[in-house]
Nanobody, 118 residues
Framework: QVQLVESGGGLVQPGGSLRLSCAFS????????MSWYRQVPGKERELVAA????????NYADSVKGRFTISRDNAKNTVYLQMNSLKPEDTAVYYC???????????WGQGTQVTVSS
């Protein structure tokens, strides 16, 4: 069974940076596309960034383009989300998702809180 454990969240001032990590276990990491989502209370979970199984292709929500970078280390079974120039509207619980191409379901981590506030 795939398990995902996020870390790296916290409180940061506007304009600051954080790096989230998601540790993957329970299957072959290199077979999974990896994504970061975020959710605020009362709203649907939204896709923030995604990378393909080999990491050659990435895509981002318009709201984070140029500020966030997703990357993966297949040797460490870990995906990262580098978040720069953070804004108060980036405040959310951030979730890691793992999904094999062609399958309709994926796996979720427990989430990590990011709060951007002065």
């Amino acid at each position: 069974q795939v398990q995902l454990v996020e870390s790296g969240g916290g409180l940061v001032q506007p304009g600051g940076s954080l790096r989230l990590s998601c540790a993957f276990s329970g299957s072959t990491f290199s077979r999974y596309g990896m994504s970061w989502y975020r959710q605020v209370p009362g709203k649907e979970r939204e896709l923030v960034a995604a990378t393909t199984v080999a990491g050659r292709s990435t895509n981002y929500a318009d709201s984070v383009k140029g500020r966030f970078t997703i990357s993966r280390d297949n040797a460490k079974n870990t995906v990262y989300l580098q978040m720069n120039s953070l804004k108060p509207e980036d405040t959310a619980v951030y979730y890691c998702n793992a999904k094999q191409p062609g399958l309709s379901y994926g796996f979720w981590g427990q989430g990590t809180q990011v709060t951007v506030s002065s």
